[in-house]
């Protein structure tokens, strides 16, 4: 009988996401892919440390064991490494007890076929031309944020998972986000007063908060396992637009802050995010200080004729 994923959460993960391969990966840069794959393979008996992604993917894991959910979440490792320089990371994921039995150890090529082929609803990985595929293929994705953020207390039980999210751009389309770099505040101000009760168009991440929003159905909200949050620079008054378009989609926010450029970094911290994200760099270096980020790039809306197959980075 063949293994049925249409109906689970499926997060794929690269190997640098989930664990911390900062070393390695300067090894890589400074020389080359055979220096790195010599390492890996001659060090594949020491445990790599936890990444950015780890608290994240071990809290998702874990809802595999609430009554009810058996299986409900699937974790791939999604990596541009070889096959064979790939224990290292299975040793880890043994040593830290996590359930991940499935990988895409693609040698260098491009990942993004088989993203859709996996079913994948999040994809977080360091590579920015995975990502970008991704999200040109309407998958949420985000370029995690590998350094900045204090070590991960492996041994801690994350009781409820905290996802935040920015608005325009992450989990609405950009199209607003424009007239504000385009034409400035007082248009963009103008424009969602005019357009309050005209939903925001989707954005890469909508999608994924519908699937979250219907799993928090299921439990009181004080029990949910899973608890959301939106971080914006918005604020009155484009904030209702936000409201009526999450209303219009049917989906739960449990926390909203409009922050009109303060800090985000704080709220972030202040909220407990096992993950932030957010289309500005500025914005997810600052929170990787506190929090793990991960960075949404923009959809490129110029048509793809080839995939990238000739320079990688097996560090992935």
Known sequence: MSYDLESKLVVGV???????????????EEEGVEAYCRYQIEHEDEILKPGPGFPLVKALLNLNNLPGRENCVEV?????????????????????????????????ASLA???????????????????????????????ICSDGI??????????????????????FSDDSEQIFKEEGLEAFEENERKNANHPLQAGPFAKFLMTLSKLQEEYPVEEAPIRTALVTARCAPAHERVIRTLRAWNVRIDEAFFLGGIQKADVLKAFGAHIFFDDQLSHTQKASKVVPAARVPYKNTQAKTTLMNGSWNDSS
């Open 14 to 28: 690269s190997s640098r996401a989930l664990f911390d391969l900062s070393s390695e990966n300067q090894i890589f």
């Open 113 to 143: 076929p088989y993203l859709e082929a996996f079913k994948t609803d999040l994809f977080l990985s360091a590579y920015e031309d995975d990502v970008q595929s991704a999200i040109d293929s309407n998958i949420a994705a985000g370029i």
């Open 150 to 171: 204090c070590t991960y207390d492996c041994e801690h039980q994350i009781k409820q998972i905290r996802i935040a999210f920015d608005g325009d751009a992450v989990l």
């Open 76 to 108: 791939i490792i999604m990596s541009r490494n070889r096959p064979d320089t790939s224990l290292r990371v299975f040793n880890a994921i043994q040593y830290y007890g996590l359930n991940i039995t499935r990988a895409v150890l693609a040698s260098g």
